[in-house]
């Protein structure tokens, strides 16, 4: 059973001027840890929504839990947990404050429910009077995730949960995220982090309101289809560009310290082909090593292919 599907769902703004969402259909299966993973701008938060009911798509259709994200939009609502990109609870309500306030929202309790949030709310239990503003950010995203959970959704939709903190509360915040679904708890979560891909089920890639692949994060992977190599030299900006204008290389981009390099032609001994480019550009302190894709690696590979495939049908017009 699917508890999210989304069928060609599209949406503009500016009066159809911007495209924000182009004919995205995925689904997320029940009890199912999904995500949604592509760069500021690709259309995750106009995706979540639409899936939450504040935004109507302009075709399409969507449903959540089996209702229709425009018929049923008030049944949608009392089974879902929504945790939006910004930070946007009372600020100047304590952490109690805005539990029970939102407690109050969906007919129930802290008391009540607490069960379902104590694992979390131990963690900001000592800052239980303070300000939600004056929080830090990894206690703001607690407290922002307990206020989620705190009517016992059945799936929850979370739109990059992680922006903005700190490494240690990043992790946390997926321990967490794991102990839910092991509940039973449907969880769509979004992030620009392809870090953080590899710890969903599936994930669908997207970029400029496209969806450019959906399936686990080892199939994506293990889809990329030439040998990828690691290189680096004394002079690495120059190195980029000598690798991108020679006829022999398919892609270069740089990755942290080393480029990666993809060849056009597989049957040639890869890395003395790479050694004597770089020599015959006069680069020193060359390091050469293949190495396995990263979905980063896969994501960017897909981007290229389909602005490609945008170039090849704008040609043909």
């Known amino acids: 059973m699917n508890d ?45 929504r639409m899936l939450t009911t504040v935004l109507l798509p302009d075709s399409g259709k969507a449903s959540v839990a089996g209702f229709d994200i425009v018929k049923e939009y008030r049944s949608i609502r009392n089974l879902v947990g929504y945790m939006p990109g910004r930070f946007s609870l009372y600020q ?23 069960d379902q949030i104590k694992d979390i709310f131990e963690q900001i239990k000592p800052f239980v009077n303070r300000r939600a503003g004056k929080l830090s950010g990894g ?7 307990s206020c989620a959970l705190i009517h016992k959704p059945e799936i929850l939709l979370l739109d990059e949960p992680t922006t903005g903190v700190d490494a240690v509360s990043r992790k946390e915040f997926w321990e ?46 293990r889809a990329f289809p030439k040998k990828l190599f690691a290189v680096k030299s004394d002079g ?27 060849l056009k032609n597989q049957e040639l001994s890869a890395m003395e082909s790479l050694q004597r480019i770089a020599i015959e550009n006069g680069h020193s302190g060359i390091v050469i090593k293949e190495m396995e894709p990263t979905i980063e690696d896969s994501f960017i590979r897909l981007m290229k292919q389909n602005r490609e495939k945008d170039y090849g049908i704008l040609l043909k017009h």
């Open 4 to 48: 999210v599907i989304l069928q060609q769902i599209t949406k503009t703004y500016e009066k159809g001027k911007v495209l924000a969402v182009d004919h995205v259909s995925f689904e997320v299966q029940q009890g199912e840890l999904f995500g949604l993973i592509g760069p500021d701008g690709a259309g995750k938060t106009s995706i979540f």
């Open 92 to 114: 100047d309500l304590t952490v109690r404050e805005n539990l029970e306030f939102f407690a109050t929202v969906f007919g129930t309790t802290v008391d009540a429910n607490y």
């Open 139 to 145: 206690m703001k995203q607690k407290l922002a995730l």
């Open 176 to 221: 967490m995220l794991k102990k839910l679904k092991a509940q039973g708890i449907t969880i769509l979560v979004s992030t620009p982090y392809m870090d953080e891909a590899i710890l969903c089920e599936r994930i669908a890639l997207i970029q400029n309101g496209k969806i450019m692949s959906v399936d686990t994060p080892q199939n994506i992977i």
């Open 236 to 262: 690495i900006y120059k190195l980029l560009n000598d690798f991108r204008n020679h006829h022999e290389i398919e892609s270069c981009y740089a990755f942290g310290e080393f480029l990666h390099i993809t």
